[in-house]
Nanobody, 123 residues
């Protein structure tokens, strides 16, 4: 059984930073591609960033240079450091995992396991 739990969301002013964490339980972690996706009210869920089992990261164009995704294998955690936050980053942010996401990582249908989400609000 795989469980993903997000933490670290909150409210910040434009230009501020937040660090999201995704804790994973279950045997999937070491082999998994882990992604961060977000959904704003009235919009479709979109991929923000992902990191594969080899530590290779991918980013949406809208967050390149501002967000950094990383793995902490000792703690079964994937972190998303978000800098220079803007109001358009306001959304519910979800952690998701699957065994292989490849170039389709930004498509939410690729992912099998999901956390409940953490809200990020930028004003």
């Amino acid at each position: 059984h795989v469980q993903l739990v997000e933490s670290g969301g909150g409210s910040v002013q434009a230009g501020g930073s937040l660090r999201l964490s995704c804790g994973a339980s279950g045997s999937i972690y070491g082999d998994a591609c882990v992604g961060w996706l977000r959904q704003a009210p009235g919009k479709e869920r979109e991929g923000v960033a992902a990191i594969d089992s080899d530590g290779i990261a991918s980013y949406a164009d809208s967050v390149k240079g501002r967000f950094t995704v990383s793995r902490d294998n000792a703690n079964n955690t994937v972190n998303l450091m978000m800098n220079s936050l803007q109001p358009e980053d306001t959304a519910m942010h979800y952690c998701a995992a699957t065994y292989a996401c490849g170039s389709s990582w930004s498509n939410s249908r690729v992912f099998t396991y999901w956390g409940l989400g953490t809200q990020v609000t930028v004003s």
